[in-house]
């Protein structure tokens, strides 16, 4: 894989700085001092165009495959269209018609899978056969995703406050790996929870067992951006001994974190981006007087979603 | 009424920065490059904490009165907190429990007062009457009030990129009198619009009619911030020739922009801070092209309100 490292202008002057909130009123309410670093206003609203655009511009090939229902697949997009390179997104053809639009809207090609018949992996691979100069593009398990993210964990290095613990979604890996990357490289330690569903544990019992675990299959949990089956090979490296715990957080949990964040922090996040407040609201002991940094992952919800948790 | 200076930390020490998004994705539905400098995670949950920090940091009086069934009664509340002061907030006994609770929160005392037996007016005369050591704290129509707004317009005149115009709320006209101010004192020259409910919209039949004009009673638009019954006299006198125009905005348009910042911008924003969106959907014509600041004045609606918002 040729890396090409000048042809395109840096990460740094193209993603948004992440978005600081000092969310005192929550923070009282949960029991630490708060503060949120929220993705949700990041271009495509969650973090995953930091992976995207690192990995779009690092790439040789000037087109990209790659999986997604899902905030992966309209970073790639989006980063694709700054880039002046191609993309194609293979979705399940049971997507919300919002995803698939917005993918279109960021200039993504939509290639929809009826996965009863095909895998959507089964369905990459075709496309790869058919564009054999295209790069395939994992969501999170490549060394590319965690650079990008990394960015992040240099932003929170950054951050005048000293945290005692960041707390961060956990589904592929990506998102923590990158942030303790990102920490590591800016000399700063600190203390790293994942949060992750306690539906699609895997992560939590690859820790315990200190080998990567599977789910049996997709979980299905609320927290869509966390339906992986296990983490990946690299991002597992880094996590075998980056983190210093993983939160398994129970739907209502979940739900509630959202609640939260609306009515206490006035922060709209998809249910995936409110796993740190839920690991909070579940394991209170652990973080009592803590200064603590949420990452909010994302905040792309559907309206009647998001409807229905405020109103449950 | 004497004025303290150094007494306490200064308004721009305390108050938090305004939240600048690019926009760009609900900007390209607008037909604007648009730019949201956003209130919502202010502290208190509204730009109305500016106002009421100044006001509460500036006059002698310990005591401070106020009536406001929203934003303005928690902002005066947190402020005489964070200032050793003690605070009064009339409310109309109908008010949302969580609203009451707010100000209880922010360690403000709460009078309630049955509204078909008295005004809320003539309850804070009462209470004015009782404590005559107190300071009754209009929530728009005081030069205090006007000043600590203007630090949201210094902060519009130092943002880097230029806008061809500015698009703020108005109810009392304390929000827009304070940007024009802070704007002419930066020695910024942009265009300041209004945008205000077509449903109350006397400060929109005021400029045409060249002096204050009031509404019949307070308008049941569902933007609560701007169910005021005129502009405030100290407003006017800012308002009268600092404004370019007052766009008036129908409710179904500032629903529509309640739905367009959550689905296009993952920004939960309350319906009267969404006026300036809708102010774009009703006059599109007038801002095609440009480059828009809209002003998002705060974010505390109800759970049940949003929901059906959303839901519509």
Redesign the interface.
């Known amino acids: 894989m040729t890396l090409i490292q000048s042809r395109f202008p840096g990460l740094r002057e193209t993603i ?1 700085p992440t ?1 600081f ?2 969310a ?2 929550l923070g009282r309410r949960l029991g630490v001092r708060l503060t949120l670093a929220t993705e ?2 990041q ?1 495509t ?1 969650s973090f995953k165009f930091r992976a995207a655009y690192n990995v779009a511009a690092r790439v040789a090939p000037n087109r990209i495959i790659t999986a997604s229902s899902g905030n992966f697949g309209q970073a790639m997009a989006y980063a694709c269209r700054l880039l002046g390179k191609s993309c194609i997104v293979v979705m399940p053809s049971t997507s919300a018609k ?1 995803k698939i639009e917005a993918v279109k ?1 960021f200039g993504g090609e939509v290639d929809l899978v009826e996965v009863a018949a095909k895998s959507r992996k089964a369905r990459v691979e075709e496309l790869a056969c058919a564009h054999p100069d295209a790069y395939v593009a994992s969501a999170y398990d490549d060394p590319l995703v965690i650079e990008g993210n990394a960015s992040l964990g240099a932003e929170l290095a950054g951050y005048p406050a000293k945290f005692d613990a960041v707390i961060a979604p956990v589904g592929g890996g990506g998102l923590t790996s990158g942030v303790i990357k990102g920490l590591r490289d800016s000399g700063a330690q600190l203390r790293i929870f994942g949060a992750e569903p306690l539906l699609g544990n895997d992560a939590a019992r690859s820790l315990r067992a200190g080998h990567i675990v599977a789910n049996r299959g997709e979980p299905q949990t609320i927290a869509d951006g966390a339906r992986t089956v296990s983490v990946g090979e690299h991002n597992w490296a880094w996590l075998r001994d980056g983190l210093a715990g993983i939160v398994e957080v129970p739907e209502d949990k979940i739900r509630e974190g959202v ?1 939260l964040l ?2 206490l ?4 996040a998809e249910p995936t981006g409110s796993l740190g407040i839920g690991a909070l609201l579940t394991q209170p002991e652990s973080f009592q007087d803590a200064s603590v940094c949420c990452v909010i992952s994302g ?2 919800v559907d ?2 979603v ?2 229905g948790i ?2 449950a």
Chains 1, 2 share one sequence.
Request: hydrophobic share 35%; aromatic share 12%.
């Open positions: 948004r978005t909130i000092e005192s009123r949700t206003f271009h609203g919002v809207e609640r609306f009515s922090a006035n922060l709209k905040g792309n309206p009647a998001f409807a405020l109103s």
